[in-house]
């Protein structure tokens, strides 16, 4: 059974730098397309970023766009979300997410596998 497990969620202040990591254990990464997503409080979860199997391909949500990097290390089995200054409105659980297939445009939620727990990060001015 296929899990995955994010990390790094703290609190920061704005300008601070943040990394996120999401291992996987029980399946090999890269087969898999790699996601975040996030969920404020009282708010749907929204994508963030995305990255194809082989990270030759990325894409970012146009809130996170210039700020956000997200990558992977496939012999590590890890995903990471790099947060330059974060702002307090990126205060959210993040959620790593595998998918099939690299979509590109709209990244729908419910086209992903599995998930994991969640991080909280949160921003504080």
């Known amino acids: 059974q296929v899990q995955w497990v994010e990390s790094g969620g703290q609190l920061v202040k704005t300008g601070d730098s943040l990394r996120l990591s999401c291992v996987a254990s029980?399946?090999?990464?890269?087969?898999?397309?790699m996601n975040w997503f996030r969920q404020a409080p009282g708010k749907e979860r929204e994508f963030v970023a995305e990255i194809s199997r082989e990270a030759i391909n990325t894409q970012y949500s146009d809130s996170v766009k210039g700020r956000f990097t997200i990558s992977r290390d496939n012999v590590e089995n890890t995903l990471y979300l790099h947060q330059d200054s974060p702002k307090p409105e990126n205060t959210a659980i993040y959620y790593c997410a595998a998918a099939h297939f690299y979509y590109r445009g709209t990244v729908p939620a419910n086209s992903m596998t599995s998930w994991g727990q969640g991080t909280q990060v949160t921003v504080s001015s």
């Open positions: 029980g399946a090999t990464m890269a087969t898999y397309s």
